[in-house]
Every structure is written in C-alpha cells, then in structure tokens.
C-alpha cells in the first residue's frame, strides 16, 4: 500500500517563509503524479490551493506556490500571514486511485 | 458560480447503510468527474474514489471495494456515494469534490461535508 508522508507540524514566524513537503513510499515524486495541496481550517471543508504541481487556483494566494524538490512535492508559503494557519494536505494521483498524505499542522507563531 | 450541495447529516447503526448526496449547480456536470473523500474525527483526509461523471467508470479505494458505490444522474446534476454494512470506524464527514482526472489533475470545487455517524 503506497504511503504519502508529510511533514506532522511545522511552526513559522508571521512575514516569514515555510517549505512543506510532499514524499512517496514508491519513490520520487515527479510531475506525472500531479501533487495537489488543500488547506484546511477547523471546522472546514478542505480549500484548493495548487493542483498539477505548480498551477494556482484562481483564487490562491500569490504567497503560495509549488513545486518539486528533492524528490518531494513541496509547497512553499512566502510573507506568512497569521491566517494561514492550518492544516495542509498533499494528493498524488497514482493512475487508478488518489492517496492523501497525513498532513501537516502549520502553525503561525 | 460552481457549488456542490451535500445532503444533511446522518445517524446510522452498524450494519446499515448510508447513501449521501452532492447536488452540482454552476457547471455542465457531464464534463467533469466526482471525488469522495472522507475524514474520521480529528484524523486526516481519506480518498474514497472517483466518478466520471461522464461515462460513469468508476475508481474505488482498495479497502472500499465491495462496500462502496458511487454514481450519478446526470437528469439532476447529483452524484451519490452508498456505503454499506457501516462500521463504527466509518463515522467521519464525507466530502464530494469536482475533479478532473485528465491533463492537469485536480479537485477544485468541494462540497460542505456531511457527517455520518455510525453508533449502536
């Protein structure tokens, strides 16, 4: 069974710049496995912010982008903002079927 | 503006089933598939599986198979995800997604969520 890990919590600085990152128990990740990333808040449902590696929904902020990194789906958060806590979930499309990675806990502090 | 309307929330005993509901309005609903996507209280996002909303192929998850269907009707733009003999690890909100699993894959639009609960 393929496993998609994340990273469990990371902690940034208002104004400051955090990497998330994005691995798969099969190996590299390449752009064939087009990485999505959602962002959640308590209570919510899961919002879109990149799909395909590194193409922005209309309404994604321009401080979010992603990207391929050492092997790993990456999405990179520039001039954090305090409401950009929350929880950040990786997709990874493996032909038939779609696995989501564990999440990450961004906390602004 | 694209919306997806998920039915209301649901209370079930184990054994039963449990079919919920996601109303598209906003888009031709042929043209795009559906992701169901669930998440167990204070867990993470689990895929389910995918519709064409098109052809109606389906794609389950492995641990689904056998206990999940998913389908469509294209006449009310509503796609529909029945899971039967409910455990009590199925109690989770379910969530639909509109998703294109062609080109440039991605789940943009998403439903409000529906919780399930499955409880004796």
């Known amino acids: 069974q393929t496993v998609v890990t994340q990273e469990p919590s990371l902690t940034v600085s208002p104004g400051g710049t955090v990497t998330l990152t994005c691995a798969s128990s099969t190996g590299a990740v390449t752009s064939g496995y087009c990485p999505n990333w959602f962002q959640q808040k308590p209570g919510q449902a899961p919002r879109a912010l990149i799909y395909?590696?590194?193409n922005k929904h209309s309404w994604t902020p321009a401080r979010f982008s992603g990207s391929l990194l050492g092997g790993k789906a990456a999405l990179t958060l520039s001039g954090v903002q305090p409401e950009d806590e929350a929880e950040y979930y990786c997709?990874?499309?493996?032909?038939?079927?779609?696995?989501f990675g564990g999440g990450t806990k961004l906390t602004v502090l | 503006q694209v919306q997806l309307v998920q039915s209301g929330d649901e209370v079930k005993k184990p054994g039963a089933s449990v079919k919920v509901s996601c109303k598209a309005s906003g888009y031709t609903f042929s043209s795009y598939g559906i992701t169901w996507v669930r998440q167990a209280p204070g867990q993470g996002l689990e895929w389910m599986g995918w519709?064409?909303?098109?052809?109606?192929?389906?794609n389950y998850a492995q641990k689904l198979q056998g206990r999940v269907t998913m389908t469509t009707d294209t006449s009310t733009s509503t796609a529909y995800m029945e899971l039967r003999s409910l455990r009590s690890d199925d109690t989770a909100v379910y969530y639909c997604?509109?998703?294109?699993?062609?080109?440039?894959?991605?789940?943009?639009?998403w439903g409000q969520g529906t919780l399930v609960t499955v409880s004796s």
């Open positions: 997604a509109r998703t294109i699993v062609q080109g440039l894959m991605r789940s943009d639009f």
């Open positions: 519709i064409s909303a098109y052809n109606g192929n389906t």
């Open positions: 997709l990874l499309y493996f032909d038939s079927a779609q696995v």
């Open positions: 395909s590696t590194n």
